[in-house]
Nanobody, 125 residues
Framework: QVQLVESGGGLVQAGASLRLSCAAS????????TAWFRQAPGKEREFVAA?????????YHADSVKGRFTISRGNAKNTMYLQMNSLKPEDTAVYYC?????????????????WGQGTQVTVSS
């Protein structure tokens, strides 16, 4: 059974940092694209960042987080992180990790097959 588990969310003040983690099991993610999405109350789930976990690592970050957030892979197999710096109140959302088979980065939720349960990030002003 494929399972993605996020952790690391919390309540912080504006300007603070958080590091989210995603641990995957039940599938070899070494050749997949793994991404972070987020969903704020009353809004659609949106793409945040993605990374290819193969030998030629490629990353992509949404404009809204570029320069503040960094997606990376862990040394342990099937793990990835989202380092979030200079957090803003508008970053408040439930953050999800997701996986898609294949090697091409996609930006739509429809292109991702496996999803975690989400972790809440709340940024106060």
């Amino acid at each position: 059974q494929v399972q993605l588990v996020e952790s690391g969310g919390g309540l912080v003040q504006a300007g603070a940092s958080l590091r989210l983690s995603c641990a995957a099991s039940g599938r070899d993610f070494s050749r997949d694209v793994t991404a972070w999405f987020r969903q704020a109350p009353g809004k659609e789930r949106e793409f945040v960042a993605a990374i290819t976990l193969g030998g030629y690592q490629t990353t992509y970050h949404a404009d809204s987080v570029k320069g503040r957030f960094t997606i990376s892979r862990g040394n342990a197999k099937n793990t990835m992180y989202l380092q979030m710096n200079s957090l803003k109140p508008e970053d408040t959302a439930v953050y999800y990790c997701a996986d898609r088979g294949g090697r091409e980065i996609k930006f739509s939720t429809l292109d991702y097959t496996y999803w975690g349960q989400g972790t809440q990030v709340t940024v106060s002003s």
